[in-house]
Nanobody
Framework: QLQLVESGGGLVQPGGSLRLSCAAS????????IGWFRQAPGKEREGVSC????????DYIDSVKGRFTVSRDNGKNTVYLQMNSLKPEDTAVYYC????????????????WGQGTQVTVSS
């Protein structure tokens, strides 16, 4: 059974940092595309970043480029999202999702999803 568990969310001041973790079980993240998504209250879910299986190519939306970094630890079967220089507009529930192969993760590709972790950026 494929499963993803996110952790690492919390409350942080603007300009601060958080590292989210997406721990996988039932499959190897080395061969799966893992995407990070977020959903703020009253807004649609948006893709934030993605790391492809095998080649590890990464993608980011423009609003997080230079601030967020996605990485993968095959030994721990975990994908991370390092978030620096956080802004109030980054406040959302963050989810990770997995599909076999390469990014992007789009709605017509059935994916395994985690339960989400809340990130709140506020002074």
């Amino acid at each position: 059974q494929l499963q993803l568990v996110e952790s690492g969310g919390g409350l942080v001041q603007p300009g601060g940092s958080l590292r989210l973790s997406c721990a996988a079980s039932g499959f190897s993240v080395e061969y799966y595309a893992i995407g990070w998504f977020r959903q703020a209250p009253g807004k649609e879910r948006e893709g934030v970043s993605c790391i492809s299986g095998s080649d590890g190519n990464t993608d980011y939306i423009d609003s997080v480029k230079g601030r967020f970094t996605v990485s993968r630890d095959n030994g721990k079967n975990t994908v991370y999202l390092q978030m620096n220089s956080l802004k109030p507009e980054d406040t959302a529930v963050y989810y990770c999702a997995a599909v076999f192969g390469y990014c992007p993760i789009v709605p017509d590709r059935p994916a395994t999803w985690g339960q989400g972790t809340q990130v709140t950026v506020s002074s």
